[in-house]
């Protein structure tokens, strides 16, 4: 399974953004897809987390802003952020995995896409 996420960019504080992540390849095994986000100097955090039937769970810090949807039939997540704040500049990272009970450590990681909010 290859992942390739974009989206990214610079926008202001109080923006919205919306990120694209397609899968190829072996993309009937995947179950659940994800976006996890780095920023400079931090640990990976957890972003938000969508299954095959539509099932979402969010980190604490996004809940309220960020919105998580999958089309299976074009096998994209996306990504729609809102109410950016500085906080969250980051580099983005989309994620897969054919396991039903994962959320953090998936199998099949895409390159990041930065995206930065200005103040």
């Known amino acids: 399974v290859q992942l390739q996420a974009c989206g990214g960019g610079f926008v202001q504080a109080g923006g919205s953004l919306r990120l694209s992540c397609a899968a190829s390849g072996r993309t009937f095994s995947i179950y659940v897809m994800g976006w996890f986000r780095q920023a400079p100097g931090k640990e990976r955090e957890f972003v938000a987390r969508i299954d095959r039937n539509g099932g979402t769970i969010y980190g604490e810090s996004v809940k309220g802003r960020f919105t998580v949807s999958r089309d299976n039939a074009r096998n994209t997540m996306y990504l729609q952020m809102n109410r950016l704040k500085a906080e969250d500049t980051a580099v983005y990272y989309c994620?897969?995995?054919?396991?039903?009970?994962?959320?953090?450590?998936?199998?099949?990681w895409g390159a990041g896409t930065l995206v930065t909010v200005s103040s």
């Open positions: 994620a897969a995995d054919p396991s039903s009970a994962v959320i953090a450590d998936m199998q099949y």
